[in-house]
Every structure is written in structure tokens, then in C-alpha cells.
């Protein structure tokens, strides 16, 4: 069984800061593709940026220059920087992963979402 977890969501204030975390645990042999998500009320999940095993990254044009993707392969743990928030930001986040199990089998996975929220 494998299981995603994430932390680092909260409140706070225009023009600052969070780091998101997502951490794979469980019967884990490897992770390859590595994506954050996020969905408001009412909306779509919408992709956000995605990093893939070799290090290769790519990047919504909306968040592109404030938002920063980077993982520890070592720790299984997917990371977002998320600066200068702006009040179109607030959204559960969600991390997605594709993890092996063994040599032969690959799965996906959902994180269970963390809130962040932007005070004017």
C-alpha cells in the first residue's frame, strides 16, 4: 500500500510564501512522474507544474516565475515554493505521483489535498 502525504498548507497573507510537501510512504520501490494540482470551488483540478524523474520540469503559464517544483529523490518527497501569492492562489492543493511498487508495476496516486489560503 502506498500513501501520499501532504503538509504545508495555511494561511497566508498576500505577497508571502508557503512550501508544500508531499511525501510517498508505504511499498514504495521508486517514484517517476511527480505533479502538483490544484482545484477552487466550483472549478476544475487544473495542473500546475510536474516534474519528472530526470529533473525536467514544466510549468503552468499562470503561476509561471512564482511558483518553484523540486523533489528529493532519496526522501520520495515532492516539494512546491509558492511565492508572492496572489489572491487568485487559494486552492486545496493536490500532489499526484506515479510510484513503481516492484520492478514491473507502476500505479497512481492522489495526495489527500491541503488548503491554502490568501488574506488580502
Known amino acids: 500500500q502506498v500513501h501520499l502525504v501532504e503538509a504545508g498548507g495555511g494561511l497566508v497573507q498576500a505577497g508571502g510564501a508557503l512550501r508544500l510537501s508531499c511525501a510517498a510512504t508505504?511499498?514504495?520501490?521508486?517514484?517517476?512522474?511527480m505533479h502538483w494540482y490544484r482545484q477552487s470551488p466550483g472549478k476544475e483540478r487544473d495542473l500546475v507544474a510536474s516534474?519528472?524523474?530526470?529533473?525536467?520540469?514544466t510549468y503552468a503559464d499562470s503561476i509561471k516565475g512564482r511558483f518553484t517544483i523540486s523533489r528529493d529523490n532519496a526522501k520520495n518527497t515532492l516539494y512546491l515554493q509558492i511565492n508572492s501569492l496572489q489572491t487568485e492562489d487559494p486552492a486545496v492543493y493536490y500532489c499526484?505521483?506515479?510510484?513503481?511498487?516492484?520492478?514491473?508495476?507502476?500505479?497512481?496516486?492522489w495526495g489527500q489535498g491541503t488548503q491554502v489560503t490568501v488574506s488580502s
Open positions: 508505504g511499498n514504495v520501490f521508486k517514484v517517476n512522474d
Open positions: 516534474s519528472a524523474r530526470d529533473g525536467s520540469t
Open positions: 499526484h505521483e506515479d510510484v513503481q511498487v516492484n520492478r514491473n508495476y507502476e500505479f497512481n496516486y
